[in-house]
């Protein structure tokens, strides 16, 4: 599955979270059927300029096969409307896996 401008990350938190205002540190929620490797592939996002994404956002990825969560941070934003988006490499933060 590829990205689809029409289902895009959702912008979740505008304070500054890690950095000053106007400075990156949005938080975004994005819901996918790809892994999280396809995700951080640089332009994958190919609108996040036009939705208002910057260098140090955080965006949150859910993977909806696996339930898997991921973190990546925003790495760069194309200065080129409409902005396609390089995000770093993900940190695991939850799975659909309970053990107990």
């Given at each position: 599955?590829?990205?689809?401008?029409?289902?895009p990350p959702?912008?979740?938190?505008?304070?500054?979270?890690?950095?000053?205002?106007?400075?990156?540190?949005?938080?975004w929620f994005y819901s996918t059927a790809d892994t999280a490797a396809t995700v951080d592939t640089s332009g994958y996002i190919t609108n996040g300029g036009d939705l208002g994404m910057r260098v140090g956002d955080t965006v949150i990825v859910q993977v909806t096969g696996t339930g898997v969560l991921t973190t990546h941070r925003v790495v760069t934003v194309s200065t080129t409307a409409p902005g396609a988006v390089d995000l770093g490499d993900g940190t695991t933060v939850g799975s659909a896996t309970n053990t107990d």
């Open positions: 599955m590829a990205y689809s401008t029409s289902a959702r912008l979740i938190n505008q304070g500054g979270l890690y950095a000053p205002a106007g400075a990156g540190g949005q938080m």
